[in-house]
């Protein structure tokens, strides 16, 4: 068994079902024709056929082979992952309030002390690199980034 | 033409136009020769960029990208046997195994000149068979661009490598994605629960940056491992490539085709070119059993390959609005933000932008030449750009990049769930490029449907009363059944000879 396969393969069909119960209560066309369900019914059928067929393959297929490397560098991996998550919900949640640079800057600074840069480098080069991205962004390509307090 | 192409050429050579040009080579090359990061992804990041630039910069910045980045993947699959984009995969065995054996310089001189040749064959065609192509699509009414887009789909699962099943629902995510918003036929707001922002549908850049960006920042930082120490390139690179070149010149026109025309096939690009050219010389070589031990032949071939299909993306991509691959398919994304719909008709109302694409490929293959010796000769510091500072400041521009285009944090919302989504399915091994695919074309697929459709009163036969369109949708339906007629012919050898190896895919 292919345990990747199968819990991924219903993942989708369960997607796709879901999908398909949304579409319920889509209108009709006037002359009774499906309108605007037709495309996403047949997608999410489709969606739940080959889910089903990929669970199923999963479930008769050999086992793959192990990933490589130890539980405690796949720990701090997810960690990683998740700081990065995070770090962009922060940055959409506080952006507004205190402006592109210091959350850019706080975001950057975050993320490379995690990944093991020396602290004085990580805030030098945070620091450099949120000015840096502002200035490229606000002044020569005229984005307008959120601001805070400050005017940047 | 000459004349077009000479006015396009003096169009290039404003000096902002080649200082964009320059910048966006030097780009290309600095992420192809850096193994996780791709020229789909730098495609994703040059959008904001672009979004500022005239069309005409904007274009040759992600052609020259994108020469100059499939080019650069080469470089550390020769130093460090990792491949600095996909499309180098293919060859990467044998590109290290040569460097090992003291021929570092020649398996790099083969690179560069292979990308030329392959680039400027592929521009030739791009070139000669696009404007042909439109003067014919001109015929083409819903039902024909109904086909087109399904053929598109279609080829975007089979061709693709590995499993088939996943890269169909990898499609249908992107379809079913596509799907958000308000609908063609009536209007009506489809899975957008009540959120204002998700009425337009989902930003198509903004999920490219996720899918493409941030999905790589994760893959990357939940292992990052250390870059093993890269040999010391010789300052004498050409020598000896020329003979071996004229030894393979007709493998260099043999994959310069192969992979024009996997790349005119809408959907699959680079990658799929450099694997089916390998396999073809492969097969086709004396020395196929050498190949993946350490041979200068394969090297040619998929590195002709690669970069010739690059210009056959841009023939379905200008000629109907299909993208030739997920590169092309963020081209289609800059052209529309321009307000330029691709399809036949541009090649009408904007004959000098076309014939300036055409230039600029001609140009960034020429550039390649010193550029990408440049860069072979700097490769050595690019390896050593520690990747924890690179990531973080490679999500900031995705998060700028993202914000940039609507000025929405909800789109930088959307890039964050697209790049979860992506690395989630490549962890799980589904292709990310069929999402994009599915996301451009979806939308493509259901209005020419119901366009289709509600003229004709719902009589679907219809769809089969036109030649062009009977002749994709024959193509079409036969590309179907190409994996059932296999199936059932291994059956039938393994049935004939029970006990030989079982076929397997």
Request: hydrophobic share 50%; no cysteine.
């Given at each position: 068994m292919r345990r990747a396969d199968v819990v991924s393969g219903g993942a989708a069909a369960l997607a796709g079902a879901a999908a398909y119960a949304l579409t319920l209560p889509f209108p009709e066309l006037a002359d009774g024709h499906p309108g605007p369900a037709l495309f996403p019914r047949l997608v999410a059928g489709l969606m739940v056929l080959f889910g089903l067929v990929l669970a199923w393959q999963g479930a008769r297929g050999e086992p793959a082979e192990a990933a490589e490397g130890g539980a405690a560098t796949e720990r701090a991996g997810v960690l990683n992952a998740l700081l990065v998550v995070a770090a962009v919900v922060g940055y959409i949640l506080v952006v507004e309030r205190a402006g592109f640079v210091p959350t850019l800057g706080v975001l950057l600074f975050a993320l490379m002390w995690r990944l093991g840069v020396r602290l004085g480098a990580a805030v030098g080069l945070a620091a450099g690199l949120a000015?840096?991205?502002?200035?490229?962004?606000?002044?020569?390509?005229?984005?307008?980034?959120?601001?805070?307090?400050?005017?940047? | 033409m000459i004349d077009h192409l000479g006015a396009a050429l003096l169009a290039l050579a404003q000096p902002d136009v080649l200082l964009v040009i320059l910048l966006s080579a030097v780009f290309g090359l600095f992420l192809g020769a850096i193994p996780g990061l791709t020229a789909t992804m730098g495609a994703a990041l040059l959008v904001p960029f672009a979004f500022?630039?005239?069309?005409?910069?904007?274009?040759?910045?992600?052609?020259?990208?994108?020469?100059?980045?499939?080019?650069?993947g080469d470089i550390p699959a020769a130093?460090?046997?990792?491949?600095?984009?996909?499309?180098?995969?293919?060859?990467?065995?044998?590109?290290?195994?040569?460097a090992q054996k003291g021929q570092l310089g020649l398996v790099l001189g083969v690179d560069v000149a292979s990308s030329v040749i392959g680039g400027l064959m592929g521009a030739v065609v791009l070139i000669v068979a696009a404007p042909r192509l439109a003067e014919f699509a001109l015929n083409f009414a819903s039902f024909e661009y109904f086909w087109l887009a399904v053929l598109g789909l279609s080829c975007a699962v089979l061709i693709s490598p590995g499993s088939a099943v996943k890269g169909l629902i990898a499609l249908l995510v992107g379809l079913l994605l596509s799907t958000v918003g308000i609908d063609v036929a009536q209007g009506y707001p489809r899975f957008t629960f009540g959120v204002i922002d998700l009425l337009s549908g989902i930003s198509f850049i903004p999920a490219m940056i996720g899918l493409f960006g941030v999905s790589e920042v994760l893959r990357n930082v939940m292992a990052p491992g250390r870059m093993p120490p890269a040999a010391r390139v010789p300052?004498?690179?050409?020598?000896?490539?020329?003979?071996?070149?004229?030894?393979?010149?007709?493998?260099?026109?043999?994959?310069?085709?192969?992979g024009t025309f996997i790349g005119v096939l809408p959907g699959a690009g680079a990658d799929i070119a450099a694997w089916l050219a390998y396999a073809v010389a492969k097969k086709r070589s004396k020395e196929g059993a050498e190949f993946g031990k350490g041979h200068i032949e394969p090297i040619v071939d998929a590195g002709t390959a690669n970069n010739?299909?690059?210009?056959?993306?841009?023939?379905?991509?200008?000629?109907?609005?299909?993208?030739?691959?997920?590169?092309?398919?963020?081209?289609?994304?800059?052209?529309?933000?321009?307000?330029?719909?691709?399809?036949p008709m541009i090649f009408e109302q904007q004959p000098a932008l076309v014939y300036s694409v055409y230039a600029t490929f001609i140009l960034a293959n020429l550039l390649l030449i010193p550029l990408g010796y440049l860069a072979i000769r700097a490769s050595g510091h690019i390896l050593r750009v520690p990747r924890n500072v690179l990531m973080p400041a490679i999500l900031a521009f995705c998060i700028v990049g993202a914000y940039a285009i609507n000025n929405s944090l909800f789109d930088v919302g959307i890039m964050l769930a697209t790049g979860v989504l992506g690395y989630v399915m490549e962890?799980?091994?589904?292709?990310?490029?069929?999402?994009?695919?599915?996301?451009?074309?979806?939308?493509?697929?259901?209005?020419?449907?119901?366009?289709?459709?509600?003229?004709?009163?719902?009589?679907?036969?219809?769809?089969?009363?036109?030649?062009?369109?009977?002749?994709?949708?024959?193509?079409?339906?036969?590309?179907?059944?190409?994996?059932?007629?296999?199936?059932?012919?291994?059956?039938?050898?393994?049935?004939?000879?029970?006990?030989?190896?079982?076929?397997?895919?």
């Open positions: 000015v840096g991205t502002y200035l490229l962004f606000a002044r020569v390509l005229l984005v307008p980034l959120p601001r805070g307090p400050i005017p940047f | 500022f630039m005239e069309p005409l910069p904007a274009l040759a910045s992600i052609v020259t990208m994108s020469a100059m980045a499939i080019f650069a130093l460090v046997r990792m491949p600095g984009t996909p499309s180098s995969a293919a060859y990467t065995e044998d590109s290290y195994r040569l300052s004498r690179i050409f020598e000896g490539v020329w003979p071996v070149v004229a030894r393979y010149r007709w493998n260099v026109l043999r994959s310069g085709a192969i010739s299909s690059l210009a056959g993306d841009w023939v379905p991509a200008l000629v109907f609005g299909i993208p030739g691959d997920s590169i092309t398919a963020v081209v289609i994304g800059v052209l529309y933000m321009k307000g330029l719909r691709p399809g962890r799980y091994g589904f292709p990310v490029a069929p999402v994009v695919l599915g996301l451009v074309l979806g939308p493509i697929v259901e209005q020419n449907f119901m366009t289709s459709a509600i003229k004709t009163h719902w009589d679907l036969t219809a769809f089969f009363g036109r030649p062009i369109g009977n002749a994709l949708a024959a193509v079409t339906i036969g590309l179907w059944l190409l994996p059932l007629l296999s199936t059932l012919r291994a059956r039938r050898r393994a049935r004939r000879a029970p006990d030989g190896p079982v076929p397997s895919r």
